[in-house]
């Protein structure tokens, strides 16, 4: 088992920026790591995912402006949003895929993006 503990949410205007941070904890080996967010009515949708050997995946609607990186040896992702729009406010879900095939989610941070 796999525990997710995420920070970094928050408050930003628009053109601010805000870095997000997921640490896993467990002795199960990891695959990929990610991020996904949430509007209320919708779907979670991908943000941005990054496997163990550094290839990324971002959404287009953040590719230029959110990044996305990884510290194996602490097994811990970031997301680095800069350049905020409001449509960015959401609920942000750290997801992990383990080698075995399943995936753990976090409990999510919200971030809003206003003036």
């Known amino acids: 088992q796999v525990q997710l503990v995420e920070s970094g949410g928050g408050l930003a205007q628009p053109g601010g920026s805000l870095r997000l941070s997921c640490a896993a904890s467990?002795?199960?080996?990891?695959?990929?790591m990610g991020w996904y967010r949430q509007t209320p009515g919708n779907e979670r949708e991908l943000v941005a995912t990054?496997?163990?050997?550094?290839?990324?995946n971002y959404a287009d609607s953040v590719k230029g402006r959110f990044t996305i990186s990884r510290d194996i040896t602490k097994n811990t992702v970031y997301l680095q949003m800069n350049s905020l729009k409001p449509e960015d406010t959401a609920v942000y879900y750290c997801?992990?895929?383990?080698?075995?095939?399943?995936?753990?989610w976090g409990q999510g941070t919200q971030v809003t993006v206003s003036s």
């Open positions: 467990g002795s199960a080996s990891i695959y990929a």
């Open positions: 990054i496997t163990r050997g550094g290839s990324a």
């Open positions: 997801n992990v895929v383990l080698l075995r095939g399943t995936s753990n």
